[in-house]
């Protein structure tokens, strides 16, 4: 949850099967769901997040230098052509 926020906790456990099977079929988004009644939002409903997904720093290094060496062959590959197309000889 946020830092500093505070909110009030409700025990699922405690509520009727019906409410049960019902906020567990609620679609997971990041950015959470408004529910409605009568066509006018009542609650938004946000996902709890227990930790930032971690980013592998590994994998993410090794990506961007892949990325890096196709941007390098590709810019070779471009002024070759370059080369072959304003460097004829006349």
Partial sequence: MREGLEVRHIKLDRQTAQVKQFVLSLP???DGSILEL???????VLPVIER???VDKAKLKAAILRRRDESRRLNDEWGAADREVWEQPV
């Fill in 28 to 30: 997971v988004d990041p």
């Fill in 38 to 44: 009568r066509g006018e939002p009542v609650f938004r």
């Fill in 52 to 54: 930032e997904q971690a």
